[in-house]
Structure formats: structure tokens, C-alpha cells
């Protein structure tokens, strides 16, 4: 196949575009945010969904990874290059492919686009965005209810209105379980323009020690891969948890480490959605429209792995209830 | 590139004078035996790992040279090229601004919300927009210079440090209330009104951004002021010798807050090619970054207006190519060897050529001082 679309591009001369070029149709394409496919975290959520899609729908999907700093002409091409090349639907990862897919779906008109965290109306784009203020509640009941020191600790990947929620929906469960605990709050950057804050585990990890220090013995850490330097550090002191995000980070082999450290984890379950979407496409009935994936859909959970948190399911499934019937509403915004 | 040898042997024959001519040699031989040096080792790099360079180079030259990416890699070098002439200001001076990356993001910021909040007509907006990033990025940059000048600090210590709360003052700006507004996960400063965008040149095969003509005027101030004025020929002395400059009456400290500010003012251009042909907000999606790349395009363009010019095309080229490459089965992250490998290719390239010139220099001028004190000795024989 690489041939063909060698011998196409070598035929087309000089001064032509490269989209008069276009290649057969070649299944799902999904294009990473800054910190790529092995993050343990977010990414790695969506490449599960593909993973799942290979397994069960006999495609091949085709994964590709921001670098660090892109611009959205950067994005837009990365998608763009899909579309001509055939992928089919094509699926980009992370809030900031926002602008791009917009773009790209406008181009391709007979592509299906995805796009997570982000909403972009237009017929062939399905927007899959998720509840992420409501399972970090969850987080915050589990972690007030957990906590010895009567300090936790949230750390933010950048301090956007996207990582936001997380910080919210943390201290807010925090506060209605047990309002002496104290939440101390860092980001690692504050705005970074290249999704640093995304792939950074080192400064992470100094982040959970200065936390430590001043007493939290439960960190949740929402910034993607850079979680995973949080993580590390609350693995090395006695009776401190980290709570994990995005994907059940229990489970992730790359964590396994450092599992017994994990209490839980506030998953998003990006995979169920870029699934839906891909099965979808091959079904020949593409979605479209915002996918809205909350508590009440399985779409955003508390992970229950490594069983640490097996003495406080009651609670934790009594502030679930309530926020899925309306009793307890949780706020976005710190 | 390899077009390079050609212009400079029918140029040999035009300069007469041999000494002009090994000059001229000289700064040829450097790119093209940097270049040459940096293709072999990606080959090398390349064939190790298993993937088949003499293909990729066929498939990029192929696909870098469609009408499509050509338009991509233009737009991508306007950006690059400003923030390398930025850079090259200081370098110039023997300053290392390496705070171009937080001057050019609170420029963009502050420019961005002025255009959009006043939202005057596009006539009277643009100029104002781009002068606010002048001056605020000049500003963050004039801090830096002054403690240089009046306090001795590194201004390599100072403008990394600059970079840090300048991300931290744009994070923290760039909130709901303050600066900006919300729109889904994306924050930021109120959208530029249509008229305020810069204008585009269509080719048909996409359009390219219309401030290209600001980094062609950026070049040739560039080129003007630091190699035709009084004050350009003060800071290239102050950059071989402060002691040499301050004895022949430089003001040192001056042009070293001078060369820091200027440095600043052009790093304020950086966010514009976005800003107006782009994006038309400031927000958190906003690309940083691109005061680093500015260093790597200064040093491979040899601060030179047309030199960098070529390097920030250059990077475009290898941008835009080495993401189709990633479709063709190769890693993605070969573009980032190249990129680093051509770097320093020609960093040494011309530090060798450097000094075997000197070299030769300095073996012809002690074989003509050799044969005129022969000269000398033979016409005082003869005199006797």
C-alpha cells in the first residue's frame, strides 16, 4: 500500500497538491495529544478504544503523536494528511485539535471526525466530551473519607478551564464529605503553549514531594503522563496514596510498579467513546453531534481496582446516586 | 541547497582578487560540507535503524515541493524567521536572549486583547496591535538588559528565569474576568474583529499569510541597521571586544540595554503571523516555543538576514515533511534527528572552516613577511 501511494506521489509533478493524490480507504486514524499513545493516562484511554476496535471490528488504526509546541496548522495538517491518505473516521485527541478538526472536517466533508474534549459542530464531526468534574467528586469523597493527616493534595497538569473541572469537582467532593481537610492545589504550569504540562513527570514529581512535606497523604494528579512522576514519588513514602486519572491506572502495566500506592483512580473513558465512534463508521451509520459521557453512562467512573477502597463503596456509591438523580450538583469551576 | 557550489563558481570568475575569492570559497564550503555531513549521518542514523533513507529523502523532496506545502512551509518560516532574527540581534552582541519565547507571548497576549477589546477598524488595529507587542515584549526583554547593564546578572540566567513568569503572568491573565473569555475548554482574549485580520495571498493551492511582508521588512531592518548605521557597527564591536568597544569610546552599558530592547522588539513580532493571519485571539491553544526554534534557525543561518531566512524554510521543509514520513512507515521522531543533526553539523562545519582559514591565513601572511624581509635583506646586500 505505502508503495502505491509512493508511485502516486512520484507521478504527480511539480506545482500540483498533494491532496490531488488520494489513497484508498484504510480505517480509523487517531492523532495523539502531546504526551502520545504510552502515556498511561489519557491517550492511552483513546488507544484502548482503537486497540479494542482492532480486536473486535478486524480494522487497522493508525496512531499518530503531537509534539510538543505545535501550532494549529500543525494539527490541521496532521488531520488533514489523514483524511487524504483515506483514514476513515479520523480522531483527534485532546481539546486542542479543537481548531484543527473544525478545519479538517471542513475540507474532507466525506470524513467522519472525532474530536475529545472539545465540541465542534458540524454534521461529519462527533463530539465526545466527558463529565470529568463528577468522577474527581467521587475522588474527593474517596480521598476525604481515606485520609489520615486531614491534608490531600490536587495537581494539575496546566491551569486551564479543562483541568479545572478536575481541581473542582476534587475539592468539592472534598468539602461535602469532610470539611476539615484540607485541599492544597498546584499546577505545574500555568500555561505552558506547547501542552508541556502534559508530559512533564519530573516536575510532577517534585510537586507530590513538596505536597508531602506539608503533610498530604493522598495526591490526585490530573496532567496526563506527567502523572506518572506523581505517582513515583507518593510510591516512595508509607501510607501515601496517589489517585490516578483517565485511564485505571492500577491496571496500566507501566504503573505496576508502583500499583500499591494507588487508591483509585477517576477514569474517563475515552476508549467506550472512540469505539462508539469507530463502530459506528464501519457499521456505515457515522455519528455525529456531542456524545456526552457522564456517571450515569459509565463514561467517567471511580475505579475499584487493587480493592483499597472496598470499606467505603457505600459512600462512595450514595454520592454517585446523588449526583446521577440530581441531589448533589458539582460544580466546573474552582 | 545544491544549487550553492554552481552561483559561487561563476561568482569566482567575476572576482578577480584570489584573497575574495577563498573568502568566498570559505563560506561556501561551510553549508555545503554541513549539509553533506548531516544527510550522511541521518543515513547513517537511518540505515542503523532499519528504514530506507535514500527513500525518505525521495519522499520528502516529493512531497515538500507540491504547491500545497510550499504554501505550509512559507507561513511556518514567517513565524520561525522573526523569532531567529530576534535571536540574532543579541547574538550579534554577544547576548544570549533566550527569553524570545516569554517576550513574544506576553506581546501576543497584551496585542491580542488591545486589538480585540478596542476593536477600531483594521486600518488603525493592525499597526496598533503590532506596535503593543513591540513594546510589551520590548519591555520584558529591557528588563533583562537592565540587569545586565546595571547589575552584572547573566542575561542568560535572567531571560530563562523571565520565561518561567512570563508563562506564569500569561496563565494567569488568561482567565475568564481578566483578559479573557471562555469558549468550551479553549480560554481566551476576545476574538479580533474580521478587518482586523491581515490580508492573504491566494495561490489556489492554499493562501499564504500576508505577514510574510512583515518578516521581509523585519530582514532587511535587520540587515540595515546592525550592518549600514553607527549603531550597528557599535554593537558588533561591543560583541568581539567590550574593552576594544569601550576604549574607542563605546558606551557599553547603554548598547547592551539598546541591543537587549531591540532584541525584545523584534521578538514581539514572533506571535504576529499567528495572531492576524491565524487565529485571531490569544488563548491557551496558543503555540509557544517558537523562541526556541528562533536560536536553533539563528545559529544555522549564521545570523545572517538571507541565511536564516533559507534555515527557517529549511525548518519548515523538514516540518512538514518529516510528518508525512510518519504515513510511510518511518518514526516520527527522525524529523528531530535531522533537525538536531544539521544544527550541529553546521555549528562545527563552520567552526573548522573557521580555523583552517585562519590557518591558511596565517601561513601566507608569515610567507610574505618570509620573502619581504628576504627582499629587504637581499636589497641591503646589494647596497653594501
Redesign the interface.
Known amino acids: 500500500m ?1 508503495a502505491t ?2 508511485l502516486a ?2 507521478a ?1 509533478a ?6 490531488e493524490s488520494e489513497g484508498a480507504e484504510k480505517g480509523p486514524a487517531v492523532a495523539f495529544d502531546v504526551g502520545g499513545r504510552d502515556d498511561q493516562s489519557f491517550n492511552e484511554s483513546a488507544a484502548r478504544g482503537g486497540d479494542k476496535a482492532e480486536e473486535e471490528l478486524g480494522v487497522e488504526v ?1 496512531y ?2 503531537a ?8 494539527r490541521e ?2 488531520l488533514t ?2 483524511a487524504e ?1 483515506g483514514y476513515d473516521p479520523v480522531i483527534g485527541v485532546g ?2 485539535y ?2 484543527a478538526v473544525e478545519r479538517a472536517a471542513e475540507q474532507f466533508p466525506d470524513t467522519t471526525f472525532g474530536i475529545v ?3 465542534v459542530e458540524a454534521d461529519n464531526v462527533y463530539s465526545m466530551v466527558f463529565a470529568e468534574h463528577e468522577a474527581s467528586y467521587l475522588a474527593g469523597v474517596a480521598a476525604a473519607l481515606k485520609t489520615q493527616t486531614n491534608v490531600v493534595g490536587f495537581i494539575g497538569g ?5 483541568i479545572q473541572k478536575f481541581q473542582a469537582g476534587f475539592e468539592q467532593g472534598v468539602a461535602d464529605t469532610s470539611p476539615d481537610v484540607e485541599v492544597l492545589v498546584e ?1 505545574l ?6 501542552g ?1 504540562g502534559f508530559a512533564d513527570p519530573a516536575k510532577a514529581k517534585e510537586k507530590a514531594d513538596g505536597m508531602i512535606v506539608r503533610d498530604a497523604d493522598i495526591i490526585y494528579t490530573a496532567a496526563g503522563a506527567s502523572g506518572n512522576g506523581s505517582i513515583e514519588e507518593v510510591a516512595k513514602h508509607e501510607g501515601v496514596w496517589a489517585i490516578g486519572v483517565d485511564s485505571d491506572q492500577y491496571q496500566q502495566e507501566g504503573l505496576a510498579e508502583w500499583q500499591d500506592h494507588i487508591l483509585t483512580s477517576a477514569v474517563k473513558a475515552v476508549d467506550v467513546a472512540v469505539f462508539d465512534l469507530i463502530q459506528s463508521v464501519e457499521s456505515g451509520e457515522p455519528l455525529s453531534g456531542v456524545g456526552e459521557y457522564g456517571l450515569a453512562e459509565e463514561g467517567v467512573y471511580l475505579a475499584t481496582s487493587g480493592g483499597f477502597i472496598d470499606d467505603i463503596q457505600a459512600e462512595i456509591d450514595a454520592a454517585r446516586e446523588g449526583i446521577i438523580n440530581g441531589d448533589i450538583e458539582v460544580s466546573q469551576t474552582p | 541547497m545544491t544549487e550553492m557550489p554552481a552561483t559561487v563558481s561563476s561568482l569566482t570568475s567575476l572576482v578577480r582578487d584570489p584573497h575574495r575569492r577563498e573568502r568566498l570559497l570559505l563560506g561556501a564550503a561551510a553549508p555545503a560540507l554541513a549539509l553533506v555531513t548531516a544527510f550522511v549521518l541521518i543515513a547513517v542514523v537511518m540505515a542503523v535503524t532499519d528504514q530506507n533513507p535514500v527513500r525518505a529523502f525521495g519522499l520528502m523532496l516529493d512531497y515538500g515541493t507540491k504547491a500545497d506545502s510550499q504554501v505550509w512551509i512559507i507561513n511556518k518560516a514567517i513565524a520561525y524567521y522573526l523569532s531567529a532574527v530576534a535571536v540574532a540581534i543579541g547574538f550579534r552582541m554577544n547576548l544570549f536572549n533566550i527569553g524570545v519565547d516569554g517576550q513574544y507571548q506576553v506581546g501576543a497576549l497584551i496585542a491580542a486583547w488591545v486589538g480585540g477589546s478596542l476593536a477600531f477598524t483594521g486600518l488603525v488595529n493592525i499597526p496598533l496591535m503590532i506596535l503593543v507587542a513591540m513594546v510589551v515584549s520590548g519591555f520584558w526583554a529591557g528588563i533583562a538588559g537592565y540587569l545586565k547593564a546595571t547589575r552584572g546578572v547573566s542575561e542568560v540566567i535572567s531571560t530563562i528565569m523571565l520565561n518561567a513568569i512570563a508563562g506564569s503572568l500569561v496563565g494567569y491573565l488568561l482567565k475568564e474576568g481578566r483578559l479573557a473569555e471562555l469558549s468550551g475548554n479553549i480560554v481566551h482574549t476576545p476574538d479580533l474583529p474580521d478587518s482586523s485580520m491581515f490580508f492573504t495571498i491566494d495561490t489556489g493551492n492554499g493562501e499564504i499569510w500576508g505577514t510574510v511582508v512583515i518578516a521581509v521588512l523585519a530582514g532587511v531592518a535587520y540587515w540595515f541597521l546592525l550592518g549600514r548605521t553607527r549603531f550597528g557597527y557599535d554593537l558588533r564591536a561591543v560583541g568581539h571586544s567590550d574593552t576594544a568597544a569601550l576604549a574607542s569610546g563605546v558606551n557599553v552599558k547603554t548598547m547592551v540595554t539598546g541591543a537587549m530592547l531591540l532584541s525584545g522588539v523584534a521578538a514581539g513580532l514572533v506571535g504576529m503571523p499567528i495572531l492576524l493571519n491565524d487565529s485571531g485571539n490569544f488563548g491557551n491553544n496558543f503555540p509557544g516555543g517558537m523562541g526556541f526554534t528562533g536560536i536553533a534557525i539563528a545559529l544555522l543561518g549564521r545570523n545572517h538576514a538571507v541565511g536564516m531566512a533559507f534555515a527557517a524554510l529549511l525548518w519548515g521543509f523538514l516540518e512538514r515533511t518529516g510528518n508525512h514520513l510518519d504515513f510511510e512507515g518511518y518514526s516520527r521522531e527522525i524529523v528531530g534527528v535531522m533537525q538536531g543533526t544539521i544544527v550541529l553539523s553546521v555549528v562545527i562545519a563552520y567552526e573548522l572552516v573557521r580555523r583552517w582559514g585562519l590557518r591558511r591565513q596565517q601561513s601566507r601572511v608569515g610567507a610574505e613577511l618570509a620573502a619581504g624581509r628576504a627582499k629587504t635583506n637581499d636589497a641591503a646586500e646589494v647596497g653594501q
Open positions: 505505502a501511494v509512493a506521489l512520484s504527480a511539480c506545482g500540483e497538491s498533494s491532496t493508525f499518530q503523536t509534539r510538543e509546541g505545535e501550532t494549529d496548522a500543525d495538517q496532521r494528511q489523514m491518505a481539546f486542542l479543537g481548531t474534549d472539545s465540541v496546566e491551569n486551564n478551564p479543562l499546577y504550569y500555568e500555561n505552558s503553549g506547547t508541556a
